[in-house]
């Protein structure tokens, strides 16, 4: 602090605000004079596959990429830099102390981002699901953060421990970092909306003119019921036709596959039953995105 304090005083020096522009021919050629490992292991990760509307790299490849942040790897090494000042109002919101001190706050200096309802608590961040409400009451300088099936309650004054906690998290629950209650696919989503021994429910959303792949399951039944829009159904060869308010029943074993008929985006409820129900129970005879 006391040489930052020394470079602002002394008026010459700019602020490195994390911005910066380059060819991509010129950042490799960079990476390959002063990080050749880490470009090397690029380079194995560079096996591209699309997913949805992403271009993914090679997972397992990419773990063993060496992590380094631009500026130690590259802007003190590069000759290749030039800085200039840029003057206007910039705010680095990589913090969710910094995203309460840009966001509207009431009369008690709380800032909320969803749905709250607040008493007797002050200077707080609150942030919610679309389908959440968090209330507080006596509490102060917290930031509350509630997202799918995690919350975060933290003192704002120990943000800066985050990183800790995230990988203790990670380390006590692998799976809830890796499985996301919404899960989007190439026709749409489903939402995990309740599970427990046995059975699991979900919140298909469907696009349209989209279908499911021709699968079965061998663990596992389904029931579907259609709450919007126009499906087709087919299981075992025959088709039907549903709408709003209908539905049908697969059993374990049954070929099947659902289908949007509609011009709008149709939701289905799905409930499944049985004794095992990972998303790994699935064969797949015809599919439209090649999986």
């Not at 099936?149 to 990988?167: C, I, R």
């Not at 970092?177 to 979900?202: A, I, M």
């Not at 289905?268 to 064969?283: R, T, W």
Request: hydrophobic letters at 40%; one cysteine or more; a negative charge.
């Amino acid at each position: 602090m006391r040489a930052a304090q020394q470079y602002i005083e002394h008026g010459n020096y700019y602020w490195n605000s994390g911005m910066f522009m380059f060819t991509s021919g010129c950042f490799v050629r960079e990476l390959e004079q002063h990080q050749p490992q880490m470009m090397a292991a690029l380079r194995k990760a560079a096996h591209f596959h699309r997913d949805l509307d992403f271009v993914r790299v090679d997972a397992d490849a990419w773990q063993h990429v060496p992590s380094d942040s631009i500026d130690y790897a590259l802007l003190e090494h590069s000759e290749q830099v030039l800085t200039c000042p840029l003057p206007l109002q910039w705010a680095d919101l990589g913090s969710f102390a910094q995203v309460w001190q840009h966001t509207e706050q009431d009369h008690q200096g709380n800032a909320v981002i969803g749905e709250a309802v607040l008493q007797d608590s002050h200077n707080n961040l609150v942030v919610t699901d679309e389908q959440q409400v968090v209330a507080t009451l006596g509490v102060h300088d917290l930031v509350v953060v509630q997202s799918g099936d995690t919350t975060l309650v933290a003192a704002k004054s120990q943000l800066h421990t985050m990183p800790a906690l995230l990988s203790q998290v990670s380390e006590q629950y692998p799976q809830r970092r890796l499985r996301h209650r919404q899960v989007f696919r190439p026709w749409g989503s489903y939402e995990v909306l309740n599970e427990g021994p046995g059975f699991k429910v979900k919140h298909i959303m469907l696009h349209a003119k989209t279908r499911l792949s021709l699968q079965l399951h061998q663990h596992r039944a389904e029931h579907w019921v259609v709450v919007s829009g126009t499906v087709l159904v087919e299981i075992d060869g025959q088709q039907s036709q549903l709408s709003a308010g209908q539905s049908t029943f697969i059993a374990a074993g049954q070929k099947h596959r659902l289908s949007n008929a509609s011009n709008t985006v149709a939701r289905v409820i799905e409930v499944q039953s049985g004794a095992y129900l990972e998303e790994d129970d699935i064969v797949r005879f015809d599919d439209d995105y090649g999986r």
